[in-house]
C-alpha cells in the first residue's frame, strides 16, 4: 500500500499547481511585459500616424500656398511692367504738353494741346496681387519651412506698403492737384476737339476759360514737379520688379519638387 504521507503530498502538490494555473498573480512576469510593450507600440503608432497624417497635410498646405504666391508674383510683375510703361508714355506727354504750352499759344496746335489736356485726366494704380500674402500673414507662415522665402516675402510685402505706397501717394496727390489747376484752365467744351482730327481752330479759338498767364506758369511748373514724382515712381517700380524677380527664381531654386 502506498505511503500516507507520500500519497498527501502529492494532493497538496496537485491542489496548489491548480491553485496556481487559475490564479493571474502567477502568470510568469514576461507575459505582463509583453502586453505592456504592445500597448505602448499600439499608443506610439497612433501618434506616429496622427503625425504624418500631419505633416502630409501641412505639406500638402505648403505646396498650395508656394504656388498660389508664384502665381500672384507672376501677376505684380505683369502689372509693374504695365506700370512703367503708363508712366514713361505720362512723362513724354508732359514734355509734349509744357511744350505747346509755351508762349504765344498756337491756335494750329489747339486740337493736340487738347489731346494731351485730356490724357492728363488718366492715373494708373499698382495691382498688388497680396491675396496669398494675406493669408500667410493671418497665421500661416509657420507652414512655410523655408525660413530665407518667409523672409523676403515678408521684406517685399514691406516694401511695397512702406515705400512704394507712400511714393505712390505722393504722385497721386500731385496728380489731384494738377487737376484742380487744369479745371480752373481749360474749357471743357473743347474737350469735344480732341478727337476731331479735321477740326481747324482760327485765330478766335480760345484755348483757356481766362487767359492767366500766371495761372498758366503755375500749371506748367506743376507740370514738371509731376513729372518728377512720374520718374521717381518708375525708379521704384523697376525696383520692385528686380525684387519680384528674384523672389520668384528664389522660390524655384528653394522648391524645386514643388514648383518644376
Known amino acids: 500500500m502506498p505511503d500516507k504521507k507520500q500519497t498527501s503530498r502529492k494532493e497538496q502538490s496537485k491542489v496548489a499547481s491548480e491553485s496556481n494555473r487559475d490564479n493571474p498573480v502567477s502568470k510568469k512576469w514576461w507575459k505582463y511585459l509583453l502586453e505592456s510593450l504592445m500597448l505602448f507600440i499600439a499608443v506610439a503608432l497612433g501618434f506616429l500616424s496622427d503625425n504624418l497624417r500631419e505633416q502630409f497635410v501641412d505639406r500638402k498646405k505648403e505646396k498650395q500656398y508656394i504656388l498660389s504666391m508664384l502665381e500672384d508674383l507672376k501677376q505684380d510683375t505683369l502689372s509693374i511692367r504695365q506700370n512703367i510703361d503708363f508712366w514713361q508714355a505720362r512723362i513724354k506727354g508732359i514734355d509734349s504738353l509744357r511744350h505747346f504750352l509755351k508762349p504765344p499759344l498756337n491756335p494750329e496746335n489747339g486740337v493736340t494741346l487738347y489731346r494731351l489736356l485730356w490724357k492728363m485726366y488718366d492715373f494708373t494704380d499698382l495691382k498688388y496681387h497680396d491675396e496669398t500674402i494675406q493669408q500667410l500673414k493671418s497665421g500661416n507662415f509657420g507652414l512655410l519651412k523655408n525660413q530665407h522665402v518667409v523672409t523676403e516675402l515678408v521684406n517685399y510685402d514691406l516694401l511695397i506698403h512702406n515705400q512704394y505706397y507712400y511714393i505712390e ?79 520668384i527664381y528664389l522660390i524655384h531654386k528653394e522648391y524645386p519638387k514643388l514648383v518644376n
Do not use: G
Not at 501717394?169 to 482730327?197: C, G, P
Not at 482760327?202 to 481766362?210: A, P, R, T
Open 169 to 247: 501717394q505722393s504722385t497721386r496727390d500731385q496728380y489731384i492737384y494738377l487737376r484742380h489747376l487744369q479745371h480752373e484752365l481749360v474749357d471743357a467744351n473743347n474737350f469735344t476737339i480732341s478727337s476731331d482730327w479735321t477740326f481747324k481752330p482760327d485765330l478766335s479759338f480760345h484755348f483757356f476759360i481766362k487767359n492767366d498767364a500766371d495761372k498758366i506758369f503755375n500749371y506748367t511748373n506743376e507740370l514738371f514737379n509731376y513729372k518728377h514724382f512720374a520718374s521717381v515712381l518708375i525708379v521704384n517700380d523697376k525696383n520692385l520688379l528686380q525684387t519680384a524677380s528674384k523672389l
